[in-house]
Structure formats: structure tokens, C-alpha cells
């Protein structure tokens, strides 16, 4: 025992009220299960039965997560973000809404349950598949669940829906039928992207772009077979054949070619190659195709772009039979590249599709599903293409045949932005097919009216999202594949023709309700009563059911239809959507666009609304290199190693003395959910998310540094009854300083949760722990809470103050580490408990307008600089070993006569704030003779925040040691254990009670506690 715990336990332990808390300095594992049900379901539950359902309602929809995988730290990112925005909402008094889901169709957990059960590629048949599928789907929403929850994720997580469910299904159903019956659903031959690898048509949403994707890329040129007058009769140009040039990066795409295009407002030249005779370029292109060809060009003639309208070519692929094609004006058409002519294949590009659309050209895709050439890619002789894959081998057949034919001018490699498949990872085609689509184009311009009255977090997101609205004219939503809702579509045995009206869907809806949707496909195919009665023609070939299913984004998108449409469209409206930023293209988009058709097929003529007031996105996740994500760098973070605590080294365990060494397992600093939630709360979700060690850590230290805080708190209000605060005005300055601290703290917090800056919240929570609770007052008053009469009105004073710092500082972390608030709850003593609502349950009010002392703020940085200069005397003392304890030292300052707070807040204040045992104040220059005649003293200078300069003395005590508080206030003609005057008169109050302490253990741990 050290010779401080055997004098206290002699003697005067028993007079002080040191802190007592059971609060633990670190959560009991076992003990975690118990907090999280209490401040997630019983939370939510309970607000969501004690706040009446017409009173100010919350409503955040969820944006469902893809039922293929396990959870990875992206997920944490969004989940937690939802849940501490529903948590500040509930502080707000609103009553909550929160219902979570899950997106379960679509081709990765197609292929994902098929791959689990070695089944890829084997001929199952859509009903195997779909069951296959939809039990991955199931198990996998379970498992994601769990997982949520454990992050402390508070919801309705028994009412959860699935876009797999019957219910959600039909009204998916409805809002297709809707856009049907007014005419926003077509079917149409035309190019769309196509993922050979998965064999199915892709949204734009569907897609990644890579920017280091390499094509082969060929300078082509076709002979022309009908030109201009000016052409013709151009003495250096007519005579020998003359070649339109073309540049392609899709060689493959050539057996399609329907068209060369040019720009009108560019000037062509004809001329002269010696070793391929005379071409047609752009003028601008000279230059770009020499370099090519790697030989001068000689100009043999020029012509406008308008001039070469009425030109046509022989084709390079098909039959010789005399047939040419045009040479056709298009807008795209630019000299940024190529050759300033462009080749068009209306089967294999948007841009020529619509072109060619103009001017009655017909598009041909002569490609399979599986991205391979038919016969019908070369007639002449299909087995030079036929069967070869278009971006491999067959490809290179091409670029082998023009070059046989004489019709390659020059081939290289070309790296440049190329669309993927997001799901294979492959790259995708464009092909031609017969595909069902949304008309985006009749709806776009409501959409983007319906944003204006949206807010976007951050503002960024409304012009991404306008972007993508705008710029979209059709929507591809069928698919090729069986695990999906399906498109109730019809077609003729004998012609194929499809039928898609509002009777035809209608009847197919009302043979799902009864038969269920996988009757689609398990019904016998002539099953009648699949066709209405207006098309059932015993004579005739009869109607087949459709085989495609939607797009997985208008299953998603119509998740608003969750909404309970009671009152209108308002009704179908959430306060907030909170997604990725890639969520522009994907389910924010689809969602608007499918509530947009609604509300015309409701009859809305003007004030379209989206389905979500506030838009929020958050970037993705990085390591702490800024690095993606990848297994194959292996810098994968996993949420749960951030909450049990394997990011960062292991703990250092202190051993006994005498102890053998034994290998031990190591173990964490495992700090559970709110270690994973304070990261989340703590970054700028607005932008990419960076993680790694160094924020984990400083993650963990803030944590412990709340636990701390709490553990401080709950002891020094362990005898505190809330009936016996002491009003503000009684208070002492450090406290009004303190109350003003946290009272611009509280304000930083609540402007940042209402802005959804959380991040800017645990920055100021993180100061104020710090600066201002731990370095300022919680120093500065543990002698008036140890040692100061316990009902007297300076302890009081300090437990007012620190009651009103625990109860905002519960409010204002609740919503962001509601484990580490609920534990703290746990341990507060009853009579306060008794006094206060549950602090996750309160609402949250705005700090007393009082505490914002004009005085104190304007005067709270002379004392702070004061009190710096004397840190720094210390700590320089101690480095001497002339001090230990600030109480071992006194402090005089001279400051100027203008600068009043120091006289305001007289000697005694002045003591406790730089926990010193004794202040005198003097102006000047004047050095007083305790410091001249001090056995050692120090002396500094601090700058005011008017520009004056301030001195300060920090030297040895003049008086002895008080046995009870260790300040040096003790005249020395008194005994050595002799007590101060504050401690005589506390002891004397507490006589016959202030006897020696009988628990020694006891009194030894309080002394100790007292020293730290």
C-alpha cells in the first residue's frame, strides 16, 4: 500500500465522497445481447406503440440490398446511416417508420443457386430454377438479417418484405399494368446491350465501364458505286475506283453495315495512296489517317459533306447481287476520331439505329444470344463466320477477310471506355432483338419537374440524377432469364405477334392470385385459362405464355407501393430515400420513373411528385490507401472484425508478479456495435468512405473516451438527487463556463443531425471531451466533489452542472452509439432515473438560452490562455522533478487593469480552474516577494485576445499540506497532518462521523481513485 493510502485509510477517507460507480471501464461481452435488444426492437417497438400514428411521422424507405451475398462494410456504411438518421428523428418526437427489405430476383442469384448446386449449364427448366433460386434468396435474407441487427439496426424487422413476395409481386403487377393502359409499354426489334456471358438484354444500370478495355481496331474502306456530278467529272478523280474510309473499333460489327455516315457540316478530300488507291476522307482527317498508313497523302480533290448525300457503296458481306447501299448524313458524325466517316449498323448501335430509322433502313443483327455469328452474317459462305464468338475469334475472321479481300487499309489494338456486365464482369455487345420497353420519353420532363421540390444531400445529387433522367428516352425491362416476375405478355402460335393490352394482363393477374406466379410457368403450355376469353379460338394455333421476366429495377422501383395509398399520391411518398451514389442510375431513377406513371395513370395533370422528399447518397468504401476493395488485393474490411476488434493489435495484458510466462490466445479490444456505428458516424459519407487502421484507432479512443466520460459522471452524481439543483444563477463560473461549453457543443450537435453532417457532430463531441470535460472541468472541480461539504452549495453546484452535461450528452450520442447510452442508462442511480425520461426515448430539446453567458464566452480565452502559459511552468517543473501534482505549486498572474475577468472570477475560482492550490493577482510589472524568495518558480508570458500581454508565475507553496485534500493551504505553524479551513469545518459537520475508516481495501481503492 502506498504511504497516500495508508494516511487516507488512517485517517480521513471516510470524509470524502469519492466517485463510486458501477459502471464498467469495459463492456461484459455477455452483457452486450441485453443492450441491444433494449435500444433497437424494444425501442422501436415502443415508440412505434406509445407515439399515436397520427401524430408527426417519419417514414425512411429502404432501399433494398441485392439477397446474393454476405454482408461486407458498404452495407454497414448505408444500414447505420439509416438508423442513426431514424434515431435522431425519433429524438425529435417523431414517431418512426422504418421497414426493412430485400431484392431477390435477378440473374446473380439465378446464377449464384445454380452454381451452388452444380447445376450452371444443365437444361433444369424454369420451374427447378426458380425454386433453386428463390431458397438461396430465402437463407440469404435470414443470414443478412442477423446481421443488421447485431449492428444495433432498429426496424420493423418482423414485417420485412421481399420483392419475391406474392403481395409485393401484384402490386409490382399493377403499376405494370398501369403504364400498359396508357401506352408506356412497346415491344420493338431494336439494339439494346447484350451479355453473351449471361445470355439476357441489360439496362444502362446494368452495366460498368472499364476504362482500359482493348479493341482491334480497323481502317476499312468501301468501294463506292454511284458519286456526284463533281466527283464524276473531276479530271484527277474519276478513272480509277475511289474507296469511302471507314474506322471501326467493332470490325465484328461490319457483316451488319446498312449505311456510311457523314457529317454535313464537314469538308471531304479524295486522295491519293500508292498502295491503296484513291480514298474518301474528312480534310480534318488527313493527318490522323497518314499516320495510319504511314505515307503521305497526295489531294487529288474536295467536296462538302452535303454533296456526298446522294452517293452509295457496295457492301463488304453480302450477296453480289447488284444491291448498294447509302451514304447518309448523321449528327454524330465529328473529326474528334476515325476518319470523318462512320459506318452504320443499325443492328448493333443506337446512334445507327435511329439514323437509319430515318431514312427506312432495316436493322440486322446477325448474332446469337451467346454472342456468335449466324448464317446470316455472311450468306455467301456461312462457315467462314458461322458459330464464331464476335469479340474473339470471330472477330478476327473478319479482320482476316477484309484483309484477303483487299478491303483493310491498316489494324491495331485500341484501349478505350468499354461497357461490362456488372454481374460477370464481362464485356457486353450490342445487338438487335425483340425486347419489351418503357417509354421514358413521354414521362422524362415530369420526372424531372417532380425534383424540384426535393432535397438532395448532398446538392450534387439532383443534377447527377437530372443527367441520367434526361438523357433517357426507353427502357429496356425485359430479360431473358426465369427467376423473375414476369412480363404477362401473349404471342400468336402462328405469327408470333405479341398481345399486351389492358384486358390480356388483367386476366393473367387475376390467374396468378389464384394459382400463384410459378403456375406461369409450371401450367401446361395449352392451358387455356391463361387466355382471355376474347382470344381463345378453338379453330386457330391458340396463344403461348411469354417466357421473359422484368428487370430486376422495376421490381425494386415499385417498392413505393409499399406506401399505403389511403388519400392520394402523398400517401405513396417517403421523407426519405438513402442509397450509393450508383443508385442514380439504378433504383432512385426507377423509382421516380415508375411513380411518375402512376400518378399519370391516376389522372395527375400537373405537380408529379416523387416518391421521396429528401435523396440522400453516400460514396463507397476504400481502404486507407484509397484503394477500391478487392479479394484479389486482399484488402477486404469485414464489419464484424471492426466490432470485435481484429483490425487493430491485440491488448497488452499486464501480468502478475512472479508470473510464468504462458502462451495465451490474444485478445481485442472488441468494442462491439458502436465501434462499427462511430466509424459510420464519424466520416463524410457525402464522399468516398476511406477505412483502415489509423481511424479504427482513432474510432476505438473516442469510444473509450466516452465510456469514460460516462464513468466520471455517474460517480460524481452517485448521492445526486435532481430535486436539489442549484439554479443557474447560483452556480459557480467554472460551471457557467462549463454550461456555456456544452451549450455550444449541444447547438454544433443538433444544427449538424438536422443537416445530416454526423460526421461534423463527432468532431465536436470529440473536442469537447477532451478540451473542455476532461483538460477544464472535470480537473477543476474534483476538490469541490471530494472534499466540499457534501449538501453544501459549491458540491451541489458541480453535480447540477455535471447533471445537465449527462443528460445531453445521453441525448446527443443515443442516436450514434445507443449501446454504450443504454449501458450508461443501466448503471444511473435510481433517483435519477426516477426523474428523467430514458434517454433514448426523450426528446431532444435545445440547451437553456441562459447558459449562453455573453461574459463568460468573450472572457473563457484570456483564462484558457492563462492557463496554458501555466501548464507549460508545470510541466517543465515536473520534468525537474520539483513537482509532481499541479496542487504543489501557486500561481500569480499580472494582467492588465482592462482586462476584468480575472478579478470577476476572483482568487478561488481562479485556483480550481488551474487546479492549483493558491492564485494572487497583481497588474504591472510588479513581481511579489513570495516569488523572489520561492524555493523554485518559473515564469511565462500570454497573449490576450486584445494583443496585450499577460505574465504569469507558477512556484513554491508557502503554506503546508492539508492531510484531507492535499491542497497547501495549511499555515506552517500548524501540525503536519493538520487540515485547511474548508476541510476543519467539513469534518466537523460530519463528527461523530468522521472517524478512522474501518475497511482498509476500501479506503486504500479510494485513495486511489482520489490520486488519479
Known amino acids: 500500500m502506498s504511504d497516500l493510502s495508508r494516511s487516507l485509510a488512517r485517517s480521513w477517507s471516510s470524509t470524502l465522497k469519492l466517485p463510486k460507480s458501477t459502471f464498467p471501464a469495459r463492456i461484459a461481452a455477455a452483457e452486450q445481447a441485453k443492450y441491444l435488444q433494449r435500444c433497437t426492437d424494444d425501442l422501436y417497438a415502443w415508440q412505434r406503440r406509445q407515439r399515436p400514428a397520427d401524430s408527426a411521422q417519419f417514414v425512411l424507405h429502404d432501399g433494398p440490398p441485392y439477397a446474393n451475398g454476405d454482408l461486407h462494410i458498404g452495407h454497414a456504411l448505408n444500414k447505420i446511416l439509416k438508423d442513426i438518421i431514424c434515431r435522431v428523428q425519433l429524438a425529435k418526437g417523431k414517431r418512426v417508420e422504418y421497414i426493412p427489405g430485400w431484392d431477390c430476383h435477378g440473374l446473380p442469384i439465378e446464377l449464384k443457386a445454380l452454381n451452388s448446386k452444380n447445376q450452371v449449364g444443365k437444361d433444369?427448366?424454369?420451374a427447378n430454377i426458380r425454386a433453386i433460386a428463390r431458397q438461396l434468396a430465402e437463407e440469404t435474407v435470414v443470414k443478412q438479417m442477423k446481421g443488421f441487427r447485431e449492428w444495433g439496426v432498429m426496424g420493423d424487422w418482423e414485417n420485412h418484405w421481399k420483392t419475391m413476395d406474392k403481395e409485393f409481386e401484384m402490386r409490382q403487377l399493377e403499376v405494370f399494368l398501369e403504364m400498359v393502359d396508357k401506352g408506356l409499354i412497346y415491344r420493338r426489334y431494336k439494339p439494346v446491350y447484350w451479355s453473351p456471358s449471361t445470355g439476357t438484354a441489360l439496362a444502362e444500370a446494368e452495366l460498368e465501364y472499364r476504362d482500359d478495355h482493348v479493341s482491334h481496331a480497323a481502317l476499312v474502306k468501301f468501294p463506292l458505286a454511284t458519286m456526284p456530278t463533281e466527283i464524276r467529272e473531276h479530271p484527277l478523280a474519276s478513272g480509277d475506283e475511289i474507296y469511302a474510309v471507314i474506322w471501326t473499333t467493332t470490325p465484328w460489327t461490319l457483316p451488319a453495315n446498312a449505311a456510311i455516315a457523314v457529317s454535313?457540316?464537314?469538308?471531304?478530300?479524295?486522295?491519293?495512296?500508292?498502295r491503296h488507291g484513291k480514298l474518301l476522307i474528312a480534310e480534318s482527317r488527313r493527318e490522323y489517317v497518314e499516320h495510319l498508313l504511314e505515307e503521305s497523302l497526295k489531294v487529288l480533290m474536295s467536296v462538302a459533306g452535303t454533296s456526298l448525300l446522294s452517293s452509295t457503296y457496295r457492301p463488304l458481306f453480302k450477296d453480289t447481287d447488284g444491291s448498294c447501299q447509302p451514304?447518309?448524313?448523321?449528327?454524330?458524325?465529328?473529326?474528334?476520331s476515325g476518319s470523318g466517316l462512320v459506318h452504320c449498323a443499325p443492328g448493333h448501335g443506337m446512334e445507327d439505329y435511329e439514323v437509319c430509322l430515318e431514312h427506312g433502313l432495316s436493322a440486322s443483327a446477325p448474332v446469337d444470344g451467346e454472342g456468335r455469328f449466324t448464317d446470316a452474317a455472311m450468306p455467301s459462305s456461312p462457315s467462314m463466320l458461322s458459330g464464331k464468338h464476335v469479340l474473339n475469334e470471330g472477330n478476327k475472321a473478319v479482320v482476316k477477310y477484309l484483309e484477303e479481300e483487299g478491303r483493310l487499309l491498316h489494324k491495331h489494338k485500341y484501349k478505350h471506355k468499354y461497357p461490362y456486365d456488372w454481374r460477370s464482369k464481362l464485356p457486353v455487345i450490342i445487338r438487335a432483338t425483340e425486347q419489351w420497353f418503357a417509354d421514358v420519353g413521354d414521362i422524362r420532363q415530369q420526372a424531372v419537374s417532380a425534383l424540384l421540390n426535393v432535397r438532395f444531400v448532398p446538392q450534387s445529387g439532383k443534377a447527377r440524377l437530372e443527367a441520367f433522367v434526361k438523357n433517357r428516352s426507353e427502357w429496356c425491362i425485359s430479360r431473358q432469364r426465369a427467376w423473375g416476375v414476369p412480363i404477362p405478355a401473349l404471342y400468336h402460335r402462328g405469327t408470333g405477334e405479341a398481345v399486351l393490352t389492358r384486358e390480356s394482363v388483367t386476366h393473367i393477374m387475376d390467374v396468378i392470385k389464384q394459382r400463384g406466379i410459378d403456375a406461369w410457368w409450371t401450367d401446361n403450355e395449352h392451358d387455356i385459362a391463361w387466355i382471355p376469353p376474347s382470344l381463345r379460338d378453338p379453330a386457330g394455333p391458340g396463344y403461348a405464355r411469354g417466357t421473359d421476366t422484368m428487370d430486376v429495377w422495376f421490381d425494386s422501383g415499385t417498392s413505393w407501393t409499399q406506401m399505403k395509398e389511403n388519400d392520394g399520391v402523398e400517401s405513396t411518398r417517403s421523407d426519405m430515400y438513402l442509397e450509393g451514389t450508383d443508385q442514380h442510375r439504378g433504383w432512385f431513377q426507377s423509382s421516380l420513373l415508375t411513380h411518375i406513371a402512376h400518378q399519370l395513370?391516376?389522372?395527375?395533370?400537373?405537380?408529379?411528385?416523387?416518391?421521396?422528399?429528401?435523396?440522400?447518397?453516400?460514396?463507397?468504401?476504400?481502404?486507407?490507401?484509397?484503394?477500391?476493395?478487392?479479394?484479389s488485393i486482399g484488402n477486404i474490411v469485414h464489419p464484424h472484425e471492426i466490432m470485435n476488434g481484429t483490425l487493430l493489435p491485440p491488448l497488452k495484458i499486464k501480468k502478475a508478479k512472479g508470473a510464468k510466462e504462458k502462451p495465451t490466445a490474444p485478445v481485442y479490444d472488441a468494442l462491439g456495435p458502436d465501434a462499427l456505428r462511430l466509424w459510420v458516424a464519424g466520416s463524410d459519407y457525402t464522399k468516398d468512405v476511406v477505412i483502415g487502421q489509423p481511424i479504427l484507432k482513432a474510432t476505438n479512443g473516442s469510444l473509450h473516451k466516452y465510456r469514460v466520460t460516462f464513468r466520471l459522471i455517474l460517480g460524481a452524481l452517485q448521492d445526486f438527487d435532481p430535486k436539489n439543483q442549484i439554479p443557474y444563477e447560483s452556480l459557480r463560473a467554472t460551471d457557467k463556463i462549463a454550461l456555456s461549453q456544452l451549450r455550444s457543443l449541444v447547438l454544433a450537435c443538433q444544427e449538424a443531425f438536422s443537416n445530416l453532417e454526423f460526421f461534423k457532430a463527432v468532431t465536436a463531441i470529440n473536442r469537447w471531451a477532451n478540451a473542455d470535460f476532461s483538460a477544464f472541468y472535470i480537473e477543476s472541480i474534483k476538490d469541490r466533489l471530494y472534499a466540499d461539504s457534501t449538501d453544501g452549495l459549491s458540491r451541489r453546484a458541480a453535480q447540477t452542472t455535471i447533471f445537465h452535461i449527462y443528460s445531453h450528452l445521453q441525448s446527443i450520442l443515443g442516436p450514434l452509439v445507443p449501446l454504450l447510452v443504454e449501458e450508461s442508462w443501466e448503471h444511473t442511480p435510481d433517483v435519477i432515473k426516477s426523474a428523467v425520461d430514458h434517454p433514448l426515448r426523450r426528446i431532444m430539446v435545445p440547451p437553456d438560452p441562459k447558459w449562453g453567458n455573453l461574459f463568460l464566452e468573450k472572457s473563457y480565452p484570456a483564462i484558457a490562455a492563462a492557463n496554458a502559459a501555466v501548464k507549460m511552468m508545470q510541466e517543465t517543473a515536473r520534468v525537474k522533478k520539483q513537482m509532481g501534482s499541479s496542487l504543489q505549486s501557486y500561481v500569480?498572474?499580472?494582467?492588465?487593469?482592462?482586462?476584468?475577468?480575472?478579478?470577476?472570477?476572483?482568487?478561488?475560482?481562479?485556483?480550481?480552474?488551474?487546479?492549483?492550490?493558491?492564485?494572487?493577482?497583481?497588474?504591472?510589472?510588479?513581481?511579489?516577494?513570495?516569488?523572489?524568495?520561492?524555493?523554485?518558480?518559473?515564469?511565462?508570458?500570454?497573449?490576450?485576445?486584445?494583443?496585450?500581454?499577460?505574465k504569469a508565475w507558477i512556484y513554491t507553496p508557502v503554506e503546508g499540506k492539508c492531510a484531507r485534500c492535499w491542497r497547501y493551504l495549511v499555515p506552517e505553524s500548524m501540525a503536519e497532518d493538520a487540515l485547511c479551513q474548508r476541510c476543519e469545518d467539513v469534518v466537523h459537520e460530519l463528527e461523530p462521523n468522521s472517524s478512522e475508516a474501518s475497511n482498509t481495501s476500501e479506503a486504500s481503492e479510494a485513495a486511489s481513485s482520489f490520486s488519479r
Open 124 to 126: 433444369l427448366g424454369p
Open 601 to 631: 395513370a391516376k389522372g395527375s395533370k400537373g405537380h408529379f411528385k416523387a416518391p421521396f422528399k429528401t435523396l440522400v447518397t453516400h460514396g463507397f468504401t476504400l481502404d486507407h490507401a484509397g484503394r477500391k476493395m478487392s479479394k
Open 327 to 336: 451514304i447518309i448524313a448523321g449528327d454524330f458524325v465529328t473529326d474528334e
Open 264 to 274: 454535313k457540316d464537314l469538308n471531304y478530300i479524295i486522295v491519293q495512296s500508292e
Open 892 to 950: 500569480h498572474l499580472n494582467v492588465p487593469d482592462s482586462v476584468s475577468v480575472f478579478q470577476e472570477l476572483g482568487t478561488a475560482e481562479l485556483a480550481d480552474f488551474f487546479v492549483v492550490s493558491s492564485v494572487t493577482l497583481g497588474s504591472g510589472s510588479e513581481v511579489p516577494h513570495e516569488v523572489e524568495n520561492a524555493e523554485w518558480s518559473y515564469e511565462g508570458q500570454f497573449e490576450l485576445p486584445s494583443g496585450e500581454m499577460g
